[in-house]
């Protein structure tokens, strides 16, 4: 069982900066891939970035590359999300996610609660 707390959400101005943690805890918490998923009102849930458990690998969703960077440290079970250049579009609830796999997609198997990113004009 992997469980996972998201931190690091707020209010920012666009073009601002945030940057998201998220703690798991589990005893394998730290050799499972991490990933970051965002779901605005009234939209699909959105594929942001993972990142493989050894870090040797990262993908990102094609909205955000270039300006979100995802990273992680597995001493802490805690993998991070940089958000630079945030945009309003950029709002939403941000959630971390875990998996044994790799590569995987949507379906990872465990779910944080989210955060919510607020971005102002």
């Known amino acids: 069982q992997v469980h996972l707390v998201e931190s690091g959400g707020g209010l920012v101005q666009a073009g601002g900066s945030l940057r998201l943690s998220c703690a798991g805890s589990?005893?394998?918490?730290?050799?499972?891939?991490m990933g970051w998923f965002r779901q605005a009102p009234g939209k699909e849930r959105e594929f942001v970035a993972n990142?493989?458990?050894?870090?040797?690998?990262?993908n990102y969703g094609d909205s955000v590359k270039g300006r979100f960077t995802i990273s992680r440290d597995n001493a802490k079970k805690t993998v991070y999300l940089q958000m630079n250049s945030l945009k309003p579009e950029d709002a939403a609830v941000y959630y971390c996610?875990?998996?044994?796999?790799?590569?995987?997609?949507?379906?990872?198997?465990?779910w944080g609660k989210g955060t919510l990113v607020t971005v102002s004009l």
């Open positions: 996610a875990a998996d044994a796999r790799y590569p995987v997609g949507y379906d990872m198997q465990y």
């Open positions: 589990g005893r394998t918490a730290d050799t499972y891939t």
């Open positions: 990142i493989h458990w050894m870090g040797v690998s990262r």
